[in-house]
């Protein structure tokens, strides 16, 4: 046994010795890569810290959640009965949508919550104390709670950017029929310019059926009205490989050129025109159903179009973003509130942190009523919250023990 036990140690020698070299290359170009790796820099204070960070974060979602579900339950059950919806409708269609549109809603909130309540008991217990006592600075001690702000951060604004739009048109769709809630499905004299120099007018359009009444367009340039297109039915062909195209029926197209003039007319015609049905009839949270990449492209478009009807989606994106950034700020702001080791236990912190997470929210809501009525630029409206409470964090954390 000790004889096999020579022999196999000579050949990891001899092995060892064969792959020096290819280890001492590594070591030398590659050796920066060690540093590149994130669990260098997570000690064990930090997986700690981590861990309860998420646990509690993911229990308070929970916790608040279910409690939502079960008033809204109690709010809808008798409209769910009366409009004979499914339980598979109202479980995967609904609540399935309902969850994560709220939770990722309120994130900062929970964030905070979950910040207070279990620093505070780490306080409690002088484990904070222990860690300062052991030569850890509050910058230090901060780490683990930005690094796990980045994970929650990150999938807040995934979820927000592209996971969730989705979900909320099909919630949407699942209230309008079987909650009988009011959307916009029709609308009035609408004139858009639609191309530079082009303007679009229509009498009357149905969403339902994504039909129009009395439509024209009309070509200028130079100021100077040189086509006029006219029908009385135009529909959009939604099964169509390619975007804005339109069926007119009994047209008639007009063209004038200098002192003559040229009449052409037909009853059926198949045209693009730079338009969709998006941007003709507009619902109360239409901005929540396009994904941030949508948004942005619908934002120039409308922009370019000289659209008035565009500040509410360009709330909306720049809210998704700064939101983002809430969760550090609050955390900044719980851990300095919470990380002192007073008589009285946690319940004046958790009260501080409601107020101050609620008066967050507020500011969220005010700011963007003021940008959508008053005229204020979207993304000063979008960071104003981020602004002030990024001053409240600094100071907190200046008067944080240390």
Avoid at 33 to 60: H, Q
Avoid at 157 to 180: D, Q
Avoid at 314 to 333: M, N
Avoid at 346 to 358: N, Q
Wanted: net charge positive; proline share 3%; aromatic share 14%.
């Amino acid at each position: 046994m000790a004889s096999f036990k020579r022999t196999m140690k000579r050949r990891r020698m001899r092995v060892c010795r064969a792959f020096a070299p290819l280890g001492r290359f590594f070591r030398r170009w590659f050796g920066w890569l060690r540093y590149a790796n994130p669990f260098r820099y997570i000690k064990r204070i930090d997986r700690y810290i981590i861990a309860k960070f998420i646990g509690t974060y993911v229990l308070s979602i929970v916790l608040i959640i279910g409690i939502a579900i079960v008033f809204d339950i109690n709010e809808n059950i008798s409209k769910f009965t009366q409009y004979h919806a499914p339980l598979n409708a109202i479980v995967f269609d609904y609540y399935a949508n309902f969850v994560p549109y709220f939770a990722n809603l309120f994130s900062a909130l929970f964030v905070f919550i979950s910040v207070i309540f279990f620093t505070s008991k780490l306080a409690g217990n002088s484990e904070i104390i222990a860690m300062l006592a052991a030569g850890i600075s509050f910058r230090r001690l901060l780490r683990p709670y930005m690094l796990s702000c980045v994970l929650i951060s990150s999938l807040a604004f995934y979820l927000s950017a592209y996971v969730i739009p989705h979900g909320t048109i099909i919630r949407m769709n699942f209230e309008a029929m079987y909650k009988n809630s009011k959307t916009v499905t029709a609308a009035d004299n609408i004139q858009l310019q639609v191309e530079n120099g082009v303007i679009a007018y229509m009498q009357h359009y149905d969403n339902r059926t994504k039909q129009g009444y009395g439509f024209s367009l009309d070509k200028f340039e130079n100021k100077k009205l040189v086509s006029h297109l006219t029908a009385t039915h135009i529909q959009y062909d939604t099964i169509s490989d390619s975007k804005f195209h339109w069926t007119l029926s009994n047209w008639k197209i007009r063209e004038m050129r200098s002192l003559r003039e040229k009449i052409t007319s037909g009853m059926k015609r198949d045209t693009l025109i730079q338009m969709e049905p998006m941007d003709l009839v507009y619902s109360k949270g239409q901005q929540e159903t396009f994904t941030s990449s949508e948004l942005k492209d619908y934002i120039s478009k409308q922009v370019s179009r000289g659209s008035g009807n565009v500040v509410q989606y360009q709330v909306e994106y720049h809210k998704r973003i700064a939101s983002s950034f809430a969760s550090f700020i609050l955390t900044i702001i719980g851990v300095s509130l919470s990380s002192w080791k007073r008589k009285g236990g946690m319940g004046m912190y958790l009260g501080i942190g409601l107020a101050l997470s609620f008066t967050y929210i507020m500011l969220q809501t005010v700011s963007a009523t003021f940008a959508i009525n008053a005229g204020m630029p979207p993304v000063i409206a979008a960071w104003i919250p981020n602004i002030l409470f990024a001053i409240v964090a600094y100071g907190c954390y200046r008067h944080a023990p240390n």
